[in-house]
């Protein structure tokens, strides 16, 4: 094999916070042979041939910090792995991921690199990193590539992976508000918005609070219709039919003009407006039929359809259609100039993020046209204008022009139906006036509204129909968060992580557990392998049992999955052994260890706090670095760490002559004798001491009750108080059914 190439060695999937960024990363080891000795400025036409293949790359400013700052760095000389960083970013923004972070670091190997790049989908992001590979090695070697094939390839990858327009509005509207979200499925935009017993759950626009009944509600039309009428909500007349000739003779009861519509159909399927004759409505009915499982005739009501977004008790949004039609040019026909003149619309396609719908001559369009004497061959004269649809999408925002009146009656039918989020469809010919004296009335009541009409409309202002949606999901304050103690360093954390677990139960919680002991919700035992690692504490998460998390991490997990949080309200640090390194992960000196560790410090909430080992001073160097408090624990309270935290009010948890005291600034409290502690082994091993000060200290920054913390450590050990059995010096928990 030659040595001139780009070889990929591993990939690790960073699915959470890492050494390197909060967000989900890929980490590429790439090992670029010979090539390093070729920057790009040694290779004759690569970088023209790059910035012809990929144009966008002049947007990258790159460590120069301005517009085309990466072409400057390849016209000075930049490596391989570092080119590879940016077109993977560049094939992953033509994709329609753009931006993100991406680094490229040397490792101590020659020729071999660190490659981050951002990873918005991991399995798009796996393909971008490959094609990247591919497509630089052609530039250095001058052969042909299809750049437009393989974007083309990763923009069907994007499709099947991203999340729906609403879904994608509501989740970052969550992370606005620093709400975490967890993806259930990578097909379907099933998402988990928040932790353990604090999460929601959405599907595009239902929510947990959807119920099945009021979804079968709104589904049938003629149901809806009556349950509003009887609670006083404006609806047109009508009744459903089994036959074409009942049909025409409710409708001829009705007065005509009429609507005939599937009872159960969906995105005006089926649907006829503004019926006036037999034919016509035969016409209907033989469409109607064949949608749904029912027909409904109902009196036609005059004016625009509307579309109201009503989330709990507000409506939230409003938007209007407007009739569809074309002009003729007295050449081309009706169905042509539909593709010229609406489907080339840009804001229209088949795809969910395009605002608009394609237009087609379904049956209800030639009815319409034919009703003017056209058919889809016909060409029309110049200058004159054909009617194609009366109502179009339902795409003009008009929230701000909704009457009073009005509000309040699509949130009654939103209440009546049972639906929490619902789309109301009205039809009104002035929506700024009342409803009463225009004969204006609720047509439908839609579950799983979309949103993107009111994201991105054709006209007037887009509306925040995501934060709408959260705020109803988490009201006031609430974040979706539980109470999450994330453990590492390179010595008793599994201890630190089953005491706390201990002190938390007593303290009434339902406790998820991940730690190299196991998975343990409760008191069960649920895996007895080593569940230090993403996985195990990512079911923590997704349990809606657990009312408080302790998830052990070590350097390991930390450096190939990342952790599986996104913040946490306690990050222990329990200390870094002298000299520990992982070669084989290029961690190989204290600073490159010191910058896994911190890593849980950097994802402490601001309003929580870090655990440190005043014993240890690369540990005690992580204060600095914390946005929420701090609390020390060490094994002596005059030690110059602890004085001087005291000093500035600091709390911290000690061992001093025989007792472990809990100190908040100048406060001293006794907690209890060390020899009262059945962990500790009579004091005789300070590993252990310090684990238990450690997992004192973390239950005091959770608010745990001092006399809860005191017969938590007491009792720790005994399986008959806490769940567990010993198995020689370590401690796993018992099995219960």
Known sequence: MSRKQINILRMFSLRGPSIWAYRPLLEVWVDIGELEDYPSNLLPGFNDRLATWLPGLVEHRCSVGERGGFLQRLRDGTWPAHILE??????????????????????????VYK???????????????????????????DHPYDVDAVVEKLRDIAADLRLGPSTEAIVNAADDRDIPMIRLSDEHNLVQLGYGAAQRRIWTAETDQTSAIAEGVA????????????????????????????????????????????????????VFTNLTTREEIETAYAVAVDEGSGVLVERFIPGDEHRLLVVGDQMVAAARGDAVSVVGDGVNTIEALIELQINADPRRGRDETQPLNIVRLDSAARLEIGRQGYNAQSVPAAGKRVLIQRNGNVSIDVTDKVHPTTRDLVVLAARAVGLDIAGIDLVVSDIALPLSGQGGAIVEVNAGPGLLMHLKPSAG???????????????????????????????????????????????????????????????????????????????????????AAVVENGARTILTEGLAYERCRVGVITGIEAGETLPDLYIEDADQLFKVYRTQIDVVQKHGVAVL???????????????????????????????????????????????????????????????????????????????????????????????????????YGHAASEGMVQSGSAVSPSVHP
Request: with cysteine; proline share 4%; charged share 20%.
């Open 461 to 547: 202002e887009a509306q925040p129909v995501g934060e709408a949606i959260i705020n109803h999901l988490f009201p006031g304050d609430a974040n979706g968060q539980i109470p999450l103690v994330g453990i590492t360093g390179s010595r008793g954390k599994t201890t630190v992580s089953r005491i706390l677990t201990h002190l938390l139960r007593l303290q009434g919680y339902y406790v998820g557990l991940a730690c190299s002991d196991g998975l343990v919700f409760d008191r069960r035992l649920v895996s007895a392998d080593d569940c230090d690692g993403w996985d195990c504490a990512r079911r923590i998460l997704l349990n809606p049992a657990v009312q």
């Open 613 to 715: 080992n005043a014993d240890d001073p690369a540990v005690l160097e992580m204060a600095d670095l914390c946005d929420g408090s701090v609390v020390l624990f060490g094994m002596s309270a005059g030690s110059e760490a602890i004085v001087a935290h005291r000093a500035n009010s600091g709390r911290a948890v000690v061992a001093k002559d025989g007792w472990i005291l809990m100190l908040d600034g100048a406060e001293q409290s006794v907690l209890t004798e060390l020899a009262m502690v059945p962990v500790i082994d009579g004091a005789t091993s300070p590993v252990l001491t310090q684990s238990v000060l450690a997992a004192v200290a973390a239950a005091w920054s959770l608010g745990v009750q001092t006399e809860v913390i005191r017969a938590g450590i007491q009792t």
């Open 86 to 111: 940016h077109v993977a970013l560049e094939l992953q923004t033509l994709a329609g991921f753009p931006g993100g972070l991406g680094r490229a670091r040397e490792t101590s190997v020659r020729g």
């Open 219 to 270: 589904g049938n039309k003629d149901l809806t219709r009556k349950i509003l009428g009887r609670c006083g909500v404006p609806v047109p007349e009508g009744q459903e039919v089994d036959t074409v000739d009942e049909a025409w003779e409710v409708a001829t009861d009705l007065g005509l003009p009429v609507v005939v519509k599937p009872t159960d159909g969906n995105h005006g399927r089926g």
């Open 115 to 141: 490659v981050v790049v951002r990873a918005w989908c991991e399995p798009l992001t796996r393909e971008a990193v490959l094609a990247a590979r591919d497509l630089v090695m052609a530039a250095i070697e």
